[in-house]
């Protein structure tokens, strides 16, 4: 299992402090060390809709207007490439290349424990 997003984050924290309370090992990568490129947003995106991992909530887009360029999902592909901030927290990768977005506890019991 591999958990990706910002160690500051209060999502992700909920995330990795699920794993490590109910004894589950997983490998963190944090967008401020490492950045996730396009192959591996396009793999993510075989598995969960471009609305659930683009983050249209966040300040990033607001700061970038990006609802004002009306981006196509290509587009949208290339920000989240150049600004791994634009991609919705926490991303977690699991079994055979299985993929959930967002911290939801009721739904990780089901599919973690």
Known sequence: MTIYGIKTCSTVGKARKFMKDNGIAFDFVDYKVESVGEEKIREWLKQV??????????????????????????????????ENYLIKRPVIEYGEGKVHVAYDEEVYKKTFL
Request: proline share 0%; glycine share 6%; hydrophobic share 35%.
């Open 49 to 82: 809709d471009m609305k659930v991992l683009f983050n249209t909530r966040g300040t990033k887009y607001r700061d970038l207007k990006l609802k004002e360029l009306n981006l196509d999902d290509e587009g949208k592909i290339e920000w989240m490439a150049k």
